[in-house]
């Protein structure tokens, strides 16, 4: 058996913690001969609550879970974590603007930020699932300067899925037909999710559907995907995004297959022309814990158009914060 790694997640006892932290536990994230250490932060008030959900993983009796840590304090539940799965952060209250919003959460992400970079493995892999996931990403990576920035990464894979699901039920096909797909910059509403690269049992879905089903019903409906659940459910996605979450680090921790690609929020190297530094939705393919942009796709005038608007988002998002950034 694998000696275990260390699997911090914040936020643990919200909704999508209970919806990640048994799939974590039974192998679903790193494979079934991967023991794994839990480590789970929430904030002092939902102690007793995490409290509950730790009782519940040790009563599953999972093969795979070698020990369970409860805490309030970052320090603790990042010390010597190998991944870090950030999904607790501050939902916009009553009356909150999104300025509001994104200075709360900077608030957050630079505290963990700091706590990873002071506790963490220096090889620690780092999702930020919280929104605005991409800007805390670039926050929490900002404030850990001795990790590689390569190392931080938001999760777009929710809209990755369901791009995936809506051109397979659209072309009366099913997922494992569909590859190639790509979102493309933000998790919100100016991402794109982009068909023109995607494959349909290996055409080009763009061929496979017309213009306007494209523009006016593909990208709005993926775009406001998470609104659409949270009217129909009277809740936000979890038990959704918690297996996106799963599939993201999956993708990253044990590699993508041969030459298809999933969707992560990266740090940019200026591929594409998007501003090198923000952390942007891109095609990637992962091998060996490794990430790398899939280069050569093509884009274009309607795509670039698309692209460098969620770009001028993100970019706008960071200036908001640049006063909190180190
Ligand atoms: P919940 O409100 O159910 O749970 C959030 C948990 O985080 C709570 O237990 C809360 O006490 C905890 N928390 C708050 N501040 C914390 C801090 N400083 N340290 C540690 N824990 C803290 O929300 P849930 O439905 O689980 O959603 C969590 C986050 O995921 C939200 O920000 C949400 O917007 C975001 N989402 C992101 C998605 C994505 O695709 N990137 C999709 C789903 C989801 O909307």
Known sequence: ????????????????????LFRIASGAMLG?????????????????????????????????????????DPNVAFKDADYA???????????????DLLEANAAIFSVQGKAIDQ??????????VGNPANTNAL?????????????????????HNRAMTQIAQKTGKTVNDVTNMTIWGNHSATQYPDLFNAKVSGEAASDLVDQDWLENEFIPVVQQRGAAIIKARGASSAAS?????????RSWA??????????????????????????YSFPCRCKDGEWEIVQGVSVSDFSRGKM???????SEERDGVKHLLP
Not at 85 to 99: T, Y
Not at 241 to 249: F, G
Request: proline share 6%; charged share 20%; hydrophobic share 45%.
């Open 1 to 20: 058996m694998k000696q275990p790694v260390r699997v911090a997640v914040t936020g643990a006892a919200g909704q999508i913690g209970y919806a990640l």
């Open 32 to 72: 079934d001969d991967q023991p794994v250490i839990l480590q789970l932060l929430d904030i002092t008030p939902a102690l007793d609550a995490l409290q509950g959900v730790k009782m519940e993983l040790d009563d599953c009796a999972f093969p795979l879970l070698a020990d369970v840590i409860c805490s309030d």
């Open 85 to 99: 799965l950030l999904v607790g952060a501050r939902p916009r209250g009553p009356g909150m603007e999104r300025k």
């Open 119 to 128: 506790n963490a493995s220096k090889n620690i892999k780092v999702l930020v």
């Open 139 to 159: 926050i929490t990576q900002r404030n850990a300067p001795s990790i590689s920035p390569r190392n931080f990464t938001a999760m777009t894979r929710l809209d």
């Open 241 to 249: 995004a918690a297996n996106a979450a799963i599939d993201h680090m």
């Open 254 to 279: 044990l590699g993508t297959d041969g030459d298809n690609w999933v969707s992560m929020g990266v740090y940019s190297d200026g591929s594409y022309d998007i501003p090198e530094g923000l952390i």
């Open 308 to 314: 460098d608007a969620t770009a001028a988002e993100l």
